[in-house]
């Protein structure tokens, strides 16, 4: 069988390859994206000190660093027994909200854009950013290089820096804004919600007046009817930094709610031997292999999944292009990928209006952003990524140094999902042996929809703590072995 | 050092490449900021796998040394990112090792504490949420119903860069400061870069850039952050009892972390005077430290106040255990 091999896949975060299989027709039997890398966090973790974890654990990933420093500060909070003052979870959520809006935006521009705007079989090296900037102007690629770097200024500000910010503690923040601080945020705050509503025009103008577009995104090679998970809140909207985990079914009826320390009663992972990711699935549904539909445990989370598993966005214009969303794609659930794009630009409305209700709080300006903590024990923190659900576990021992470190993160849990997804644009793209760069690409977007972070999905695995006791009698011979996790 | 190729003077030809990394120094590099317009109005970028559509085939197809400048993150973790060094190495007139990762081995580093073994039985054999009934954890080589596939082989020790190819200049940080990074590319296009080996950034410590006030003063305890309820913004942490890494740090960074009434924790890798970070963080907690009739003290009450520094491996070598003099636990 002839086996055709991208490597590396390129436009996301972290490595990966794909290889596909040609019958002797020519057509695909089958394809496989492989993740090439691992780190193993979950092992050095252990032993640390758990204040350490916030800072560690953004080193899963620089893109996404403020997800993984607010998901380990919020199981610190839950493993030390304490609740940050009203205050200090503003202070976090404003910081998450700058968080998204630079990702979102990395993400849109920097690594989706270009199939769109430059097109799906442009020459490879025009299909960047530089080509997009090319195409839409240089004005316009200085407003996406701003509002990019708003957010990125939002985080810095708030967190210490912005890559592998330092401001999570257990118990809230290290550091309060002041009025000037405040004012700083909120001016840049302003012309980044102008921006989200402007990448919304955009994107009709680009992709949806497009016909030829409008049919690629609503393809039976770029389908996939799973499971979707995401956060959400008490009104089952959105929400990015806390709320209950929700599942809904391929109709949008809810399958199950469930609090973040209930996460092992309905998630597992199943192990393949060609990659170094895991793929994780419904435990209730189980695991049927690489298929979709109800039978199949696979889900999705990110962008599409979060607005497919809510009711509905927070925020009065973010939740205007939700519904004009489902209205234009044929109602709700949305099971197209290349919608991932779509929703990934209404998220980012919404980030920008969350903020601006946020910097414009009477409290935000607070001192009394840390309260002290209690007794160290186990602890669940939640959040959604920019690409997904993302839990961290951890047990801490009495000198507060980490027993145990469990994760479950964004990409990993879309790692069913892609792989489904490279193989169906596959057998769309690729017929009769004809491959060609342009047909390749096709393929790459399938993933490229999801935003994966193949850094974060292959680098956090969660374990136990290994320990192996060897018990000699006196003549120096092995008496007895006992092993856990070993 | 030359680096330009006489025969296309006008433009640089530029490459980033990951290895075993966060992707932070790819956001480093992007927040520049419209600077990168400069950058690419006199350089080529030949090869950003986060941004651009290169794949390996297209640089091994290269010439030697057609590459101009690369920078090169993440530290050396597989078979795969080794072999990219070298790839890169061969292609690259200069190799910059960019980020804390390669220039020190980084965060990734700790795994050093343990083995492949552990890491993959952690991982995907005895774990509470891993289904795996069969045993099965990821090969190099793989037969599926339809062919062969391959992965590349995890390595037990964590590695910086210049422990498999040679480096020319190194820019530190987790990750390096947009400030370290605009500085560097000036330097690039200026053709003004300074002796082979250098590091590219200040050679003073994070304690030189830092805001807090420092007296001279010993403490008494080791406090950790989480249990001091104010952070006095207007003095030196360490003499607040809080371990901070700055005084064994290089800096370049502008202490932002401090600036956040955060510790320092060493991202910076070593300062110019010492090659073992923790050793002389060490020696400086040492001579901080002052405790009443401390001459007096038996060997059991040393060893309860040694103890007050919890976790002193990923306190003191959080950044720099592959290149500190003990590098790695003792394999069996």
Redesign the interface.
């Known amino acids: 069988?002839r086996?055709i091999t991208?490597?590396?896949i390129?436009?996301?975060?972290?490595?990966g390859k794909i290889?596909i299989?040609l019958n002797s027709r020519g057509d695909v039997?089958?394809a496989?994206l492989?993740i090439?890398?691992?780190?193993?966090?979950?092992?050095?973790c252990q032993?640390?000190?758990?204040?350490?974890m916030p800072?560690?654990t953004s080193?899963?990933?620089?893109?996404c660093?403020v997800a993984h420093h607010f998901a380990s500060a919020k199981a610190l909070d839950d493993a030390?027994n304490v609740e940050p003052p009203s205050a200090a979870r503003k202070l976090r959520e404003l910081m998450y909200c700058g968080y998204v809006i630079y990702d979102h935006i990395?993400h849109f521009y920097?690594?989706g854009a270009p199939d769109f705007v430059v097109g799906p079989d442009a020459p490879?090296?025009k299909?960047?950013?530089?080509g997009v900037i090319e195409k839409v102007g240089?004005e316009i690629?200085?407003e996406v290089?701003?509002h990019?770097?708003y957010g990125?200024k939002i985080t810095?500000i708030l967190?210490?820096?912005?890559?592998?910010?330092?401001?999570g503690?257990?118990?809230g923040v290290?550091?309060a804004i002041s009025e000037e601080e405040r004012k700083e945020i909120e001016d840049m705050v302003k012309p980044c919600i102008d921006f989200a509503k402007f990448s919304l025009r955009l994107f009709d103008d680009i992709v949806l007046k497009n016909k030829d577009y409008v049919n690629l995104i609503l393809s039976d090679s770029y389908t996939l009817k799973t499971y979707n998970m995401g956060l959400v809140d008490k009104n089952n909207k959105v929400n990015f930094y806390d709320g209950k985990i929700r599942v809904t079914d391929q109709e949008g009826e809810e399958l199950l709610k469930f609090d973040v320390k209930d996460?092992?009663e309905n998630?597992?992972?199943?192990?393949?031997?060609?990659?170094?990711i895991?793929f994780p699935y419904l435990k209730s549904i189980g695991?049927n292999g690489f298929k979709d539909g109800k039978e199949s445990g696979i889900y999705r989370v990110g962008p599409l999944a979060r607005l497919n598993a809510s009711e509905g966005m927070a925020t009065p214009l973010a939740e205007k292009e939700y519904k004009h969303m489902y209205e234009t794609l044929g109602g709700k659930p949305v099971n197209s990928s290349l919608a991932f794009h779509w929703a990934r630009l209404i998220e980012l409305l919404y980030a920008t209006e969350r903020a601006m209700e946020l910097i414009k709080d009477n409290e935000i300006t607070s001192k009394n952003i840390?309260n002290?903590?209690g007794e160290p024990g186990e602890g669940f923190g939640v959040v959604e990524a920019a690409r997904g659900t993302l839990i961290h576990h951890y047990r801490l021992d009495e000198?507060?140094?980490i027993d145990k470190a469990?994760l479950?993160v964004a990409t990993t849990n879309n790692a069913g999902a892609i792989t489904m997804s490279i193989r169906d644009a596959a057998k769309g793209a690729i017929k009769n042996g004809k491959v060609n760069d342009g047909l390749l690409?096709m393929v790459e977007m399938a993933f490229r929809a999801y935003d994966p972070?193949f850094?974060c999905a292959s680098?956090a695995?969660?374990?136990?703590i290994?320990l192996e006791i060897n018990i000699y009698n006196k003549r120096k011979k092995l008496y007895k072995s006992l092993k856990?996790?070993? | 050092m030359k680096m330009r190729q006489t025969k296309n003077p006008e433009k640089l030809k530029l490459a980033f490449y990951?290895a075993?990394?966060?992707?932070?120094?790819?956001?480093?590099a992007?927040?520049i900021?419209?600077k990168?317009?400069d950058v690419?109005a006199v350089a080529d970028i030949l090869f950003w796998?986060?941004?651009?559509?290169?794949?390996?085939?297209d640089i091994e197809a290269m010439e030697d040394k057609s590459i101009d400048v690369c920078f090169f993150n993440g530290a050396i973790?597989?078979s795969?990112n080794e072999h990219m060094a070298k790839l890169l190495r061969s292609k690259s007139k200069v190799l910059v090792a960019f980020g804390a990762c390669a220039h020190t081995g980084?965060?990734?580093g700790?795994?050093n504490?343990?083995s492949r073994e552990?890491?993959f039985?952690?991982?995907?054999l005895?774990?509470?949420?891993?289904?795996?009934p069969n045993k099965?954890?990821?090969?190099t080589s793989?037969k599926?119903?339809?062919?062969?596939?391959t992965?590349?082989e995890?390595y037990d020790t964590v590695k910086s860069l210049n422990q498999v190819v040679d480096v020319d200049y190194y820019l530190p940080g987790?990750?390096p400061?947009p400030e370290l990074i605009s500085e560097a590319i000036d330097t690039i296009v200026q053709n003004k870069l300074p002796p082979k080996g250098s590091v590219l950034a200040p050679s003073k410590s994070v304690c030189d850039e830092c805001k807090f006030e420092k007296c001279e003063k010993k403490i008494s305890e080791i406090k950790?952050?989480?249990?001091v309820?104010?952070?006095d913004p207007n003095k030196c942490l360490l003499e607040q009892g809080i371990v901070c890494m700055g005084p064994a740090t290089r800096g370049g960074c502008d202490a932002?972390?401090l600036?956040?009434?955060?510790p320092c924790?060493g991202?910076g890798g070593p300062t110019p005077e010492s090659s073992d970070q923790g050793a002389k963080m060490i020696s400086a907690l040492a001579s901080i430290l002052g405790v009443k009739d401390e001459e007096k003290m038996d060997e059991k009450e040393v060893e309860e106040l040694i103890e007050k520094v919890?976790?002193p491996?990923?306190?003191f070598y959080?950044y720099a255990l592959p290149t500190s003099l003990i590098n790695r636990r003792v394999m069996k």
């Open positions: 069988m086996k991208i490597d590396p390129t436009r996301l975060e972290g490595h290889s299989f039997e089958n496989y492989q090439p890398e691992l780190r193993g966090f979950e092992r050095f032993g640390r000190r758990a204040e350490d800072q560690i080193r899963i990933c620089g893109v660093p030390f990395l920097f690594l490879p090296s299909r960047n950013i530089l240089v690629g200085k290089i701003k990019r770097a990125q810095a967190g210490g820096k912005a890559t592998h910010p330092v401001c503690l257990p118990g290290s550091k996460y092992y998630i597992s992972e199943h192990v393949e031997e060609w990659s170094y895991k695991w840390r002290p903590v000198n507060a140094l469990n479950i690409n972070c850094a680098h695995l969660p374990g136990g290994p856990r996790n070993v | 990951w075993a990394s966060c992707g932070g120094c790819e956001i480093a992007l927040d900021d419209e990168i317009l690419v796998p986060v941004a651009i559509d290169t794949k390996y085939k973790r597989t795969e980084g965060i990734p700790l795994a504490v343990g552990e890491v039985n952690v991982a995907y005895d774990n509470p949420s891993t289904e795996n099965i954890t990821p090969k793989i599926v119903k339809e062919g062969e596939l992965l590349p995890f987790c990750p400061s950790r952050i989480y249990e309820k104010e952070v932002r972390c600036n956040a009434n955060m924790t991202c919890r976790d491996l990923g306190t959080k």
